[in-house]
């Protein structure tokens, strides 16, 4: 059975005009996956950035907390054992009953 030329014709101007509303849809699908696309790559960028961000502040803290430390254990003054042994051995003044 063969379709008629006329027919044919017709059916090949219809789909040109179908097909150019299939790229448009083709296209708007196109451009909202890159936009989501797009959010989401910044997205975590942003939140890769400020985990960056709190790690170096925590680290920051964390040395300055760990140098206060150090100063409460290191005096600022210099002893030797001469000094200790000018007071003499030490002994309890009474004795709990």
Same mark, same amino acid.
């Given at each position: 059975?063969?379709?008629?030329? /006329?027919? =044919?014709? +017709?059916?090949? *101007?219809?789909?040109? !005009?179908?097909?150019?509303? %299939? #790229? ?13 696309? /797009?959010? =989401?790559? +910044?997205?975590? *960028?942003?939140?890769? !950035?400020?985990?960056?961000? %709190? #790690? ?17 254990? +290191? ?23």
């Amino acid at each position: 059975m063969r379709l008629p030329r /006329a027919f =044919l014709e +017709n059916r090949c *101007i219809n789909s040109r !005009v179908e097909g150019g509303g %299939i #790229l448009v849809e083709v296209l708007i699908t196109l451009m909202l996956f890159t936009s989501t696309s /797009a959010y =989401l790559l +910044n997205s975590k *960028i942003g939140a890769l !950035v400020l985990w960056e961000t %709190i #790690l170096d502040t925590q680290i920051n803290q964390t040395t300055v907390i760990n140098l206060r430390r150090t100063d409460y254990i +290191n005096d600022n003054v210099d002893q030797q054992w001469s000094d200790i042994a000018v007071f003499g051995t030490p002994s309890l003044l009474s004795t709990p009953p």
